[in-house]
């Protein structure tokens, strides 16, 4: 099995989509990008930029019409828009899309296949509330079922009076309940799955995060080759019972006892996999790319150690001194990605450093 594909459409045009447009350009392929705003990373590799909303249907025909594939950088992409491009192929699928896109879907989905997660129930009225009581150990982590993502509706919640107050500035909307994990580690495998079914995966990243949003990666990950057996075995498990194509993320929380929860998966290329741009045979971005148009793709391998520093708002300001930090003092080489965002916000990821032994 075989694509031809000459020209690849990506929707997004952060930095994740000016890494895969970098990809295609690097390949000998065209790339197309759907943004909704201008002045985007994605601009920058680019052959031909799309502007318009991520639910207009016809600014979306219109780019569909002149791209071989679809595939996008983030999650918060309409399903009902992407439905509407009926003859159009859209990698990952949209119905991983829509499975990652709702917490409610993504527990069912992880209990349906017997993969342990922290889940305890869902909120979604007074009733369900009532229900829930029983089985709530507090303190226990409240998540809307909806755009979440960098800690965003997302909070601890330590009483039925807390969770109530909670729930209210949300706005009552859906919420999952998930036990708080005494948590030991943070790690990420980062696999995919070719047009033809084969499995890819590179070793367990760690992960740190600071105020929920990811802080530093190290690749590989050292942890013990038990664990890491089974988180390859889950992860292959997931991205074969989503039927997948394309390069798939899975955050998993290892406890003090080194029992495995998944956390959430992402179906796209992550943050966590940044670090596979310096220290890889092939990066993140390259073998989704692969990944979704059939060429050949070797066993991804890390080739030596790494990690991922991100910068984050007016931290793209202070590189140098992040670089001569003592904590990074034993690494050979760093390398700066700059993604050339105009607006400097608190909590923006504005770039990173890939420190490489």
Known sequence: MSLKVSTVGIIGGGQLGMFLAHSCNKLGLKVF??????????????????????????????????????????????????????????????????????????KQFFSKNKINHAGIGLLNNKNSLRKLKTSIQYPVILK???????????????????????????G???????????????????????????????????????????????????????IEGKLLKISKKIITNLNYIGLLTIEFFIDKENKIFVNEIAPRVHNSGHITLDNANISQ????????TGKKILKPKILTKGLMRNLIGNEIKSVSRIKSMRKYKDFKKNIKYDYGKKIVKDGRKMGHINFIS
């Open 285 to 292: 971005f390259e073998l989704h790319i692969k990944a979704i």
């Open 33 to 106: 990008v759907y943004s909704d705003s201008k002045r985007v990373p994605a601009e920058k590799y680019a052959d031909k930029m799309f502007y318009g909303s991520f639910e207009d249907v016809k600014s979306l025909k219109i780019f569909s019409s002149e791209v071989d594939l679809i595939t996008y950088e983030f999650e918060n992409v309409s399903t009902k828009a992407l439905k509407k491009l009926k003859r159009q192929k859209i990698y990952p699928p949209i119905s991983a899309l829509t499975i990652s896109q709702d917490r409610k879907k993504e």
């Open 144 to 170: 809307t079922t909806r755009f979440g993502y960098d800690g965003k509706g997302q909070a601890l919640v330590k009483n039925t009076k807390n969770l109530k107050r909670q729930w209210k500035e949300n």
């Open 172 to 226: 009552y909307q859906d919420c999952i309940i998930e036990r708080k994990i005494n948590l030991k580690k943070e790690v990420s495998i980062i696999c995919a799955r070719d047009i033809k079914r084969n499995f890819y995966f590179y070793p367990t990243f760690t992960n740190i995060h600071k105020n929920h949003i990811l802080f530093e990666t190290t690749s590989p990950s050292s942890i013990d080759e038990k």
